[in-house]
């Protein structure tokens, strides 16, 4: 059996926060001594999404009822949270900016959505739903 290890950056958290714009995840974000944790030992950034082109370095993110919009390139990751406000507030726009200006184009990029609630699951009033 191989028990090899492969080297893996501390996880980073997304906290969704509308406006704080997109995180880049490099080796000086990593490095700042003032990083906030979780109760968990989660490094925790309140923003719209995450990039990051460090190898083995996990994005992850919490949401109550949204999707996970994770995108993929072969030398890039992003991850936001796929919500009504997300689309709305251009963040998804954002978060493609990062892959673009990092000269990764549209074409090798893969998006995966994860697991979220439907609009079976609850109702919305009607100002929610115009906007």
């Given at each position: 059996?191989?028990?090899?290890?492969?080297?893996?950056?501390?996880?980073?958290?997304?906290?969704?926060?509308y406006g704080k714009g997109v995180q880049e995840v490099d080796e000086e974000f990593l490095n700042r001594?003032?990083?906030?944790?979780?109760?968990?030992?989660?490094?925790?950034?309140?923003?719209?999404?995450?990039?990051?082109?460090?190898?083995?370095?996990?994005?992850?993110?919490?949401?109550?009822?949204?999707?996970?919009?994770?995108?993929?390139?072969?030398?890039?990751?992003?991850?936001?949270?796929?919500?009504?406000?997300?689309?709305?507030?251009?963040?998804?726009?954002?978060?493609?900016?990062?892959?673009?200006?990092?000269?990764?184009?549209?074409?090798?990029?893969?998006?995966?959505?994860?697991?979220?609630?439907?609009?079976?699951?609850?109702?919305?009033?009607?100002?929610?739903?115009?906007?």
């Amino acid at each position: 059996m191989n028990t090899k290890k492969w080297p893996v950056n501390d996880p980073v958290l997304l906290r969704s926060q509308y406006g704080k714009g997109v995180q880049e995840v490099d080796e000086e974000f990593l490095n700042r001594s003032n990083l906030p944790k979780n109760e968990a030992g989660l490094i925790v950034v309140a923003g719209d999404g995450l990039f990051t082109r460090l190898p083995n370095q996990p994005l992850l993110n919490v949401s109550g009822d949204a999707h996970s919009i994770m995108l993929e390139s072969q030398t890039a990751i992003a991850i936001l949270v796929g919500s009504w406000r997300c689309i709305g507030k251009d963040i998804f726009t954002n978060v493609m900016d990062s892959f673009l200006n990092n000269k990764i184009q549209l074409k090798d990029i893969t998006l995966r959505l994860g697991p979220g609630l439907g609009a079976s699951s609850y109702s919305i009033g009607e100002k929610t739903y115009l906007d």
